[in-house]
């Protein structure tokens, strides 16, 4: 009975564990300067990641944030934003697709996207809602580079 005390809890840590260690942590930057040579964007500005996966969002340049976008996240999906300036992560869980932007630079087009696991159900949901400025240029772009995985 002592072994068997020991060796169930190094069960127990490692099954408790094992969900933790699959989970991602992505990185966008978020410039004044995008990679794609457009002003004011987020790098990479489309990320595709599976539930439970993190994203760190960080501001190169100052003036910053990154938030989601009114109508343009799922349904059951809670509505996020970090403070202008500050690193800030974020764990998506629940999948479909995540509109959102950089509030000082909205107009600009500064947006992304995430595609959280195979699920594009909200896809036509969040073409239909109407972006200011260069946003709505930028995100169809976005748009185009969801598709099935492989």
């Known amino acids: 009975m002592k072994m068997l005390k020991p060796l169930m809890a190094a069960m127990l840590l490692v099954v408790g564990t094992a969900g933790a260690a699959t989970a991602a942590d992505f990185e966008v930057l978020m410039l004044n300067k995008g990679t794609d040579g457009k ?3 987020f790098s990479p500005s489309f990320l ?4 439970g996966d993190t994203v760190t969002f960080i501001p190169v340049d100052r003036g910053h944030n990154a938030e989601t976008i009114l109508d343009m996240i799922p349904d059951a999906a809670p509505h996020w934003k970090g ?3 500050e690193t800030f992560t974020v764990t998506l869980t629940v999948p479909g697709l995540y509109g959102f932007k950089c509030m000082p630079h909205f107009a600009m087009g500064m947006v ?3 595609e959280v696991g195979d699920d594009r159900s909200n896809l036509t949901a969040l073409m239909n809602v109407r ?3 260069k946003a709505q240029a930028r995100m169809m772009e976005l748009f185009a ?3 099935p995985r492989p």
């Open 39 to 41: 002003t004011m964007g």
């Open 48 to 51: 595709r990641i599976e539930p």
């Open 83 to 85: 403070r202008i300036d």
């Open 112 to 114: 992304g996207l995430i």
């Open 131 to 133: 972006l200011s400025g």
């Open 145 to 147: 580079k969801t598709s």
